[in-house]
């Protein structure tokens, strides 16, 4: 991966918060901003208009997920794509273990790829759906962005999280209306479900994610 590929794109500087955000790791997110405005864009992983905001709209707003993230988790990121939010939490917490699960092969060239190149041995890339390692694999954590309707994000995550393990699901502001439509289906069960804010007044709009959490196993 040259990240260039013959294409002239200057990313935007990092902002003050990005330097509190990935800390040591600040050079390293640096150079995965200039994958994603690069070979991010001529591969279609992301859209020409994302790279000057590729900071506040991508990085940050995924790196900040990690204040729900307790210390040396194993993470499952569900339609890893490019690599968001899983690479993001890789490179900004290196205490976690990261398994991207992407099942499209140029995506997961690409994040193989930008693995190696951002020398990071804390993550693994599954070429799978997820639903392929439901009774193989699970996870302390689940993150998801705006994969798919709760209904049937909550289908392919929850078989995948350990029990009183979460999902964190990065979602819009339409998710209060996604969960009092999933309430009223009961597709919740005994889950422990929140609404939650990371980064509020850091960052503009802050992350908003659901969070589920599994029962916790009995003593």
Do not use: Q
């Amino acid at each position: 991966m040259s990240g260039r590929s013959g294409v002239s794109r200057e990313t935007p500087p990092p902002p003050p918060l990005a330097r509190a955000v990935f800390a040591a790791s600040l050079p390293t997110a640096e150079h995965y901003a200039r994958l994603l405005a690069t070979d991010g864009v001529t591969r279609g992983l992301i859209g020409p208009a994302e790279a000057p905001r590729l900071w506040e709209r991508h990085l940050l707003n995924c790196a900040l997920l990690a204040d729900g993230i307790e210390v040396a988790a194993r993470v499952a990121d569900l339609g890893s794509g490019a690599g968001l939010p899983g690479l993001a939490l890789a490179i900004s917490r290196p205490d976690l273990s990261l398994t991207l699960v992407e099942p499209a092969l140029r995506r997961t060239t690409f994040l193989e790829e930008a693995v190696t190149v951002l020398g990071l041995d804390n993550v693994e890339v599954v070429r799978a759906r997820a639903e392929e390692l439901h009774g193989r694999r699970r996870f302390r954590v689940v993150t998801a962005r705006a994969l798919a309707p709760l209904d049937r994000l909550l289908r392919w995550s929850m078989p995948l999280v350990e029990p009183g393990g979460v999902l964190l699901a990065m979602k819009g502001r339409a998710v209060a209306g996604e969960l009092a439509s999933a309430s009223a289906r009961g597709l919740l069960g005994d889950y422990d479900v929140s609404i939650v804010e990371y980064g509020a007044g850091k960052i503009l709009p802050p992350t908003t994610a659901l969070r589920v959490e599994t029962a916790r196993p009995a003593d």
